[in-house]
Structures are given as structure tokens and as C-alpha cells.
């Protein structure tokens, strides 16, 4: 044997001794084990009954892991069970469930099966009445032709023109809307 033989040995075992080590996290995809759900639109979902069980691996032990609900009446717990917060009837056809870690991050759809649209949903999320009580109006702003000329020296910021609205600009009285 070669007094260099030993040492390309060595070298090329460092390279090998890794990748067999690493050949267990080959095995591991992050994310969902499964994208889509499909279940049966129920009579009713109720309070805290588990209604699936989502399996959601980073592959590095899941520390931190975090999950959000597209819809509000809903919550996954630590151990994977998506459950409702109340009991409700309608929730819609789809339900979307974000899942995050520091190493991965996925999403699920849960289709529900039989489901009905839900009009006004995202009124009823964010608690916004049908009728705003500031009545709409367009608005126009009268922009003066604005000049910058270049490697200006200090002090910065500095006002480069105005900007008013049409209402009360004195060349335009009736641009009001």
C-alpha cells in the first residue's frame, strides 16, 4: 500500500460517513403528510370534538410549532386535532390550515363535503356592518408639476411641491364631488 492511499481513504470516508447519516432525513418531506381533507358536511360541528387529526413534521422535531385556521371558530391543538371553539352549523366548503415552524412551513385544504357558501363571511369576521356610517365620496387632488434637480446638497428631507384637494383649491371650485 502507498503511504498516500491511507489519507485518500480517509478523505473519501468523510465524504461517505455523512451522507449515510443524512440518508434518514431523505425519508422525511416537511409539511403536511396529506394537502387535501374531505369530509361529510355534519349536522352540526360541536365544541371541542376532535374532527381530524393533521400530521405536520419539519423534520427537526416540530419545536414551535404553530398553526392557524382560516376560519375564527376553528383551532388546531398541540396534538394535531382540528377542532371548533363553538358549536356551529355553517362554515362553508373549504377550510385552509397554515402551518409553520422556524425550518418549515405548509398549508392543508380541508374540503367539507355538502358544505353551502357562506355570504358575508368576511363581514361577519371582522364585525363590519352592511352599511358604513361614512357616507362615500370620490376624492380628486390637485398635483402642481414637481421639479428635482439632482446631487442637491444637505439639509434632507426636503419639500419638492404640494398636494391639494380639489375641494378646496382655488382654481377648482367646482371639482368637488
Known amino acids: 500500500m502507498q503511504p498516500r492511499t491511507p489519507l485518500v481513504l480517509c478523505v473519501l470516508l468523510s465524504q461517505v460517513l455523512p451522507l449515510l447519516t443524512s440518508a434518514e432525513d431523505l425519508d422525511c418531506a ?12 355534519p ?7 376532535a374532527i381530524l387529526n393533521l400530521n405536520f413534521s419539519d423534520c427537526k422535531g416540530n419545536d414551535q410549532l404553530h398553526y392557524e385556521v382560516s376560519n375564527p371558530y376553528f383551532r388546531v391543538n398541540n396534538d394535531g386535532d382540528l377542532v371548533a371553539m363553538r358549536n356551529i ?17 405548509d398549508m392543508a385544504e380541508l374540503v367539507i363535503v355538502g358544505g353551502k357558501d357562506i355570504q358575508g363571511s368576511l363581514q361577519d369576521i371582522f364585525k363590519f356592518a352592511r352599511t358604513s356610517p361614512v357616507p362615500r365620496q370620490k376624492r380628486s387632488i390637485v398635483v402642481s408639476p414637481i421639479l428635482i434637480p439632482e446631487n442637491q446638497r444637505q439639509p434632507f428631507p426636503r419639500d419638492v411641491g404640494k398636494a391639494l384637494s380639489a375641494a378646496t383649491h382655488p382654481c377648482c371650485p367646482s371639482a368637488c364631488f
Not at 387535501?36 to 358536511?41: G, N
Open 89 to 105: 352549523t355553517a362554515v362553508g366548503k373549504t377550510l385552509f390550515i397554515h402551518a409553520r415552524t422556524r425550518h418549515a412551513e
Open 43 to 49: 349536522a352540526e360541528f360541536v365544541e371541542d370534538r
Open 30 to 41: 416537511p409539511g403536511f403528510q396529506q394537502k387535501v381533507f374531505h369530509i361529510d358536511q
